[in-house]
Every structure is written in C-alpha cells, then in structure tokens.
C-alpha cells in the first residue's frame, strides 16, 4: 500500500510573520487518484499547495515524492520533477496566440541564438494540441478565447511539461456549468493516464462528483482523509467549521429598532450580482455569508460607491442614489474594505493622517486644518479603540493587522456612521485582535449604527450576527435569524448545496 | 515596546544618518567649496548662488507637490518658457507688470489643466502626457515669437535685478515665498493632505471618499502657477525673452525634490527637502563653475547624481518600512 502513495506530507510546519499558517500536517496521496482538499478560507489550503508547487518554502517537516524527500525552491523546481500548479486566477498575456502560450518558456532557437524558430514552434505546439486531442488555431489570440479554453489549453500544457501532479485551486470558480462537465472529463481522462490531481474547491457538487479521496483542513491543521464514499455533506461540514463557540464572541442582546438600510431588486453593472433584496436595522448586526467569489464583495462596493449597480436603495426612509463615495460618507453609509493594504489605509503616511482621511471637511476651515481640533478628535478615538503604536505619528504599515484594522475602523467611526459594511474584518488578524474587534462591533451596535458584517467564517457570523443572509453565485439563497442559526444549516446555503438538491 | 527600550538606550547612527543625510551633504559642499576656491564664500558668490537656484528651486516646489502626488510633470522647462515670453510680450506692450504676470500665470495653468485632464480623465501615464505637453508648449512659443528673442524687455529685468533691504536678490524673496506656501499647503491644508494620500495609495483615498482626480488636477494647476513664476524670473534674469530657455529645466526639479526626500512612488515628501536638495543642486553647480569644470561634463554629473539620489531611495526603502515624517 504505502509503495502507491505519490506525494506524502509529515509534519509540515509554515510559519509567517506573525501567524502559523500550517501546523503538523501529515497525510498522504495515493497516485492516479482526484484528491480533494477541503477547508474554509484561511484554513491553509492555499499555503499547502504551494509548498507542493514551490512557491514556498515549509519552515518544518518533509515532503515525500515517490518516497524521496524532496524540497522545492522554486516552481522551476516543482515542474522539474513533474509538479503543475493551475491557478485559481489564470495568468496570461492577451495578445499571446494560442502556439506562443504552448510553448512559453521553451520557444525552440534558431542557430542565432535569441531567435525563435517560428518552423519548429508550430510544430511543437501543434503536437501538444494533438496529444489532448485539442482543435484550435493556433494563431488565435488568448484574448478571443473563453476563460474555460484558456484553462483546457493551460492544463495541456502542463500535462506537455510531463507533468504527474496536477495542482487544482479552485479550478470552476470562473466557469459556467457546461464548462465545468467539460473540465470534469478532462480530469476523468487524465485519471485515467495516471495522473494525480489536487483539487482544491469547497463547492460541495463538485467535489462529490469528481473526488476519489478528500481530505479536510481547519485552522492550519489536517483533520481528517477519507474516501469520498465515507462523507456525507453534513459530516463533512461539521469537520470543515469544527470548533465551538463558547466565550469568543462578546455578543449581547440589545434591542432591535426600525429598519434603516433597505435594498430592493439590485443588481451591479459588471460583476454577475443580480436581484439582491435585504434590509438592515438600527443596532442590528447583519451578517452576508458566502464563499469568496460569491459576489458578497462585489455587492457591497457597489452599494459604497467604488463600483456600479442599480437597484432601489433606501436609507432612513428615503431613496438615496450613490454614484461615488463621497455621496454614500453623504448619507452615512460606509465601508471597511476587505483588503485593507490596498483600500483601507495609507501605509506610508501616519496614524493621525489616515483617521482624519474622510473626516478633512469637518476639522477644516477655507480649506485649513484645524490642527488642534484635529489631534484632539483623533487620540479621543486613538485612545478608546486601543490602538498599539508608540504615538499617532507612526507610519500604518508598521502596525499590525489587527491595528491597521482599528485604524480603519476609528476613521469611519470619527465620521458617525449611520450604516458600517466591514468585509471580512477578522481576515488576517490573531485571535486576540479579532476578540477586540467583535467588541468594538458590539459597541458600535449599542450606539446606534447598523453594521453589516461579511464573512466566510462561520463561526464569527453565528457568534455576532442577528440575521444572517447567504449568498451563492451572485444571488442570495437564504435569510436565517439568529435562533435558527447552525453552521450546517448556513454553510448548506452559501455553498448552494440545497440548490443542487431541489435540481 | 522592547524596540523602544533599546532604542532609547543605544544611539542608532544609521537612523540619525539616514535622517539628516542630506544636511550632512549641503553642510559637506559648503565646506569642500570653500577650500576648493577663495571666491566661493563672498557675499557676491553667494548672493548669486541664491539668485541662481531660485528659478530651478521654484520649479522644484511644484515638482515636488506633483511626485507626492504620485504625478510628474515633464513640460514644466517649456511651460516656463511659453509663460515667461508671454508675460514679456504682453509688458513691452502694455508697460505694466501685473497684466503681464497674470497672462503668464492664465497661460500656464491653461496648460496645467490640460496635464491634469488628461492624466485622470483620459487616463494617461503623467509621463507620457506631460511629455506631449512639452513639445507643445514649447511649439508654441516658436510659433509665437517665430523663433526670434525679443531683447529689449524693458525694467521687466528689474524682477531679477532688484533687491530686497539691499541685500536678498529678488528672485530669492519670491522663491522663498513659494517655500512658504508649498509648506503651509503640505501641513495646513486639506489639500495637501489629499495630495499625500492619493499619492500614497490612490485606491485608499478614494475609497475615502477623497476624489483623485480632483485632487490631481488641482495639484496640476497649483503647480503650473509656480511655473509661470519660474518663466518670469527667469527672462528677467535673461534679461531678454528667449524662446529656447528652460530646456530641461525638469530634470534639475526632479533632482531638488528626490535629493530632499520626495519619493518617486508617492505620498512621501517635504517642502524643506526640496529646498535643501535645490540648494545642493545649486552649490555643485557653482563649485563646478568655479573651478572651471567644462559645461558638458557637468550636465554628466548632474545625471548621475539623479541617478543615484533615487537609488539610495530605493534601496533605503527596501531596507525598511519607512516612517512618515510630517
């Protein structure tokens, strides 16, 4: 038996600065087999897979390929020994044809060297198109290709490369559902040239039609491999969130006031949202849960101005039209973006700067900063949110997540919110900070505003929320209040595992 | 807070190096341009580097506001040049001062309009658009004056000759002046404040509710009201209008405001800097002068001290997070 294992992992320990992303991972792949990987967001999926493919290095622990102990620097490395990594989000170059993107990286010489043989690339090409049975003109642009042909011609490719392991990370996340059965036998083929497959997914459909094995990741740790057979969707769910919800969550109950925020019919421009209904209450914590790609993101920067949508949207009563953010500061709606480096904060600039950011207007006279006023505002909040940082004038990138986090949040709040959006607050964020978070939220609540928190961590959602909505492929599929809350219930919902049923 | 601690007790050099490295570099040409020539530390040597450096220094606020912003303005040599002859033009016709710089500034901010307009609404690299602007507006005036100086400019010179309390050239007040306001507008204002967030990190800002393009097209015009200033002083200096002057007069504003610390990526930068870095811009040029260094090869030098301001930005950066200074 254990002669048939491909790739093996003992002990695996990754540590980044700050957090340790994978703790003592052990379990083994058996060869020719779809083995699926399985975890919520941040359980460390990602991270393992590319120590497999070499993007990063583990800081403990060995991997074992065909029972050699082997260690990759590089993905260079990684494809030397039959490695392939598909990535979730596909790289290429638009312009490149479909010859070119073939033989990227191995462009035959002419005898000048620096010259491409264009003879001999063709051919090339060609004869890796013939190996998966493929028919495309080779001289087509990537750029007039679907996602799905792109990702067909991207795993020919690797297979081209020799490859034995092919990695998968969430491979259908952009496809439509004929693209996925077309990608589902594709795989089925190359099981049966004997080839591994990795697949990483939390779609539940998927992974009961397609895995032969899966194994469930929480928190950094292996939980459990078994065969799929073994799993239902409900003892499945129940290993992927897992733990309890005891005292993490400072939650009380405060009484609920009348509706504040309502959305009718709203769809966005460009990013496949259609038809979303919800309303939010005065202190209520409303939660939207979904998996990342589920449009819950693309929703609420509409909502905030970054984006475009249309649809009815209702604040105190009265519609309001939001076309940038300045109009939606205007009527007291605001946001705590997800990714807090590239949209939250001014890393080079200081802690006093990026608080005051929004709230200029107001400490400003003719377009002078009231300075005084301005200090005195921002320790007020500097001081009541906790912030760690030897004083204000600090550069934010110094801080650290949790902290750049209370920065975010003392900004909005300086500005007296009517309804805050937080998109995933706790992301990235020891578990120490989250606890302040959730607190600072309840607080929050109690003075009168509306939060509406995003997440795909269940147990945050059921530990905070008063109402939660779910969401699946660009659609609500469900609104759940608080003595209805279980995780099976809810995680069923955001993966459209009950859709899939009633089909 | 350990880091505190062992700071505190142990003197970090490196920090304090790194900090008051271009001080220590101004304060180093004052004292080798002293050994190097007796005519270095006169009163007349002196009041000529101040005299010298204004144009350039002038030129260097604006670029300095632009970088911050994460912006550039490569038109700026032609720009001066464009207003700087108009503002002649217009004085030898009319006699009068003040119509003659109002038609510079009307002219220069036209331009510095179009810069901004076409960085944020039509989405164009500011390199690239600025670019264009400059052979523009540097077509313009040869089409203007058909490619002929006007020479007699009149008491216009008196911009440049003239002194204040005897002693501070005129063109040094002004380029003080515009010191003062490129500090006030960076530290007092909100303005300045939406300039160094949207040059820090653009997608942060506007999801602040800050408008970039606004802000960018606003610091555009700022800017080109400095260098319909910097073209005046300078075809005073000239004492005549030339169509061909501040060529590449850039490239020096680049230089004064990496050398104080502005950094090319955004969001980082101070007026003071600027005015230090113009100043040791200045001083090498005027050492070089004096102890005859060929022109040619001091536009060599000039290069490389560009060059490698902005690598010691870049690798100081890499070293470490760096902290705002405010």
């Given at each position: ?52 493919s ?27 020994n ?7 989000e ?42 998966g ?43 439509t559902?004929s ?37 469930v ?42 509706t ?11 990013t496949g ?18 998996l ?44 705590a ?14 802690i ?54 209370k ?6 709040l ?19 900070a ?70 | 807070?350990?880091?505190?601690k ?8 490196s ?5 008051y ?45 632009l ?26 016709s009319t ?114 509710g ?117």
């Amino acid at each position: 038996m254990a002669e048939d294992n491909i790739l093996e992992f003992r002990n695996i320990l990754k540590v980044f600065p700050g957090v340790v992303a994978l703790k003592d991972i052990t379990f083994s792949i058996k060869r020719g087999c779809v083995h699926v990987i399985m975890g919520e967001n941040g359980a460390g999926k990602s991270t393992l897979m590319k120590i497999i493919s070499g993007a990063h290095e583990p800081d403990g622990g060995e991997l074992l390929l065909d029972g050699k102990k082997v260690s990759f620097k590089t993905p260079q490395e990684a494809r030397e020994n039959h490695i392939a990594m598909i990535y979730q989000e596909l790289q290429y170059v638009p312009m490149f044809s479909v010859q070119e993107f073939l033989m990227m990286g191995r462009e035959p010489e002419c005898r000048v060297k620096g010259f491409i043989d264009w003879k001999s690339l063709r051919a090339q090409a060609q004869k890796i198109l013939d190996l998966g049975s493929l028919h495309y003109d080779l001289d087509k642009k990537l750029g007039e290709l679907s996602v799905s042909d792109i990702q067909l011609l991207e795993i020919t490719r690797a297979i081209s490369f020799d490859a034995r392991i092919i990695i998968m990370d969430e491979p259908t996340s952009a496809l439509t559902q004929s693209e996925v059965d077309r990608l589902f036998e594709n795989i089925r083929k190359l099981k049966a040239q004997g080839i591994t497959i990795l697949y990483i997914s939390h779609k539940m459909d998927e992974i009961f039609k397609i895995g032969d094995y899966i194994t469930v990741m929480r928190d950094g740790t292996y939980i459990d491999t078994r065969k799929t057979e073994e799993y239902t969707m409900e003892s499945l769910i129940r290993q992927m969130v897992g733990r309890e919800i005891s005292d993490v969550y400072p939650k009380e109950q405060i009484e609920i006031g009348k509706t504040v925020f309502e959305v009718k019919h709203y769809s966005t421009w460009y990013t496949g949202v259609h038809d979303i209904n919800f309303h939010v209450r005065e202190r209520e914590i409303l939660g939207i849960a979904g998996l990342m790609g589920a449009g819950r993101t693309e929703l609420v920067s509409a909502l905030f101005g970054l984006d475009r949508g249309e649809g009815t949207v209702i604040m105190d009563g009265r519609e309001i039209k939001v076309k940038n953010v300045r109009g939606a500061l205007k009527h007291g709606l605001m946001m705590a973006t997800e990714d807090r480096r590239r949209m939250g904060i001014v890393g080079c600039r200081s802690i006093l700067e990026n608080i005051s950011l929004p709230n200029l207007s107001r400490i400003s006279y003719f377009g002078f900063l009231d300075k005084r006023k301005e200090q005195k505002a921002v320790s007020e909040m500097f001081q009541k949110l906790k912030i760690k940082a030897p004083n204000m004038n600090v550069a934010v990138s110094t801080l650290s997540g949790g902290n750049q986090q209370k920065v975010v949040l003392s900004k909005w709040l300086l500005s007296k919110p009517r309804v805050l959006i937080l998109d995933d607050p706790t992301r990235g964020i020891d578990v120490s900070a989250k606890y302040e978070i959730y607190r600072l939220m309840m607080e929050m609540a109690k003075s009168g505003i509306s939060i509406i928190m995003i997440s795909s961590e269940l147990p945050e959602l059921i530990g905070m929320c008063d109402r939660v909505y779910t969401m699946y492929e660009g659609r609500f599929t469900g609104e759940i209040s608080r003595q209805e809350f279980t995780q099976e219930r809810i995680m069923e919902h955001m993966t459209g595992g009950e859709n899939n049923e009633s089909k | 807070m350990s880091q505190n601690k062992s700071s505190g007790k142990t003197v970090n050099w490196s920090a304090i190096l790194n900090k008051y490295a271009i001080h220590i570099v101004l304060i180093v040409l004052f004292v080798v341009g002293t050994l190097a020539s007796d005519n270095f530390l006169t009163l007349k040597n002196i009041t000529n580097i101040l005299r010298q450096v204004s144009v350039q220094c002038v030129l260097a606020f604006g670029m300095t506001l632009l970088i911050i912003g994460g912006m550039i303005d490569l038109s700026m040599g032609a720009v001066a040049a464009l207003s700087g002859f108009v503002a002649c033009g217009v004085y030898v016709s009319t006699n009068q001062l003040i119509p003659a710089l109002l038609a510079a500034i009307i002219v220069s901010m036209m331009c510095g309009l179009v810069n901004g307009v076409t960085v944020t609404y039509f989405k164009l690299p500011p390199f690239i658009a600025t670019m264009g602007m400059d052979l523009v507006a540097r077509g313009i005036v040869y089409i203007y004056s058909g490619g002929n100086p006007i020479y007699q400019i009149g008491s216009f010179n008196k911009l440049s000759t003239g002194y204040l309390f005897g002693i501070v050239p005129f063109p040094t007040v002004v380029m003080l002046l515009i010191f003062l306001i490129t500090l006030v507008l960076l530290r007092k204002t909100k303005i300045g404040r939406q300039i160094y967030a949207v040059g820090g990190n653009e997608e942060a800002a506007r999801a602040s509710g800050i408008s970039v393009e606004k802000t960018k097209i606003k610091t555009y015009l700022i800017s080109s009201c400095f260098v319909a200033i910097a073209g005046c002083l300078l075809m005073a200096r000239l004492n005549s209008a030339m169509p061909d002057a501040a060529n590449g007069y850039h490239a020096d504003a680049v230089a004064a405001a990496v050398i104080g610390g502005t950094a090319f990526s955004g969001g980082i930068g101070t007026a003071s800097g600027t005015l230090i870095g113009g100043l040791i811009v200045g001083i090498l040029g005027n050492i070089l002068d004096l102890v005859g260094v060929q022109s040619y090869i001091q536009q060599v030098i000039r290069g490389s001290i560009i060059i490698a301001a902005v690598a010691w930005d870049i690798s100081s950066k890499n070293r470490k997070v760096r902290v705002a200074h405010r």
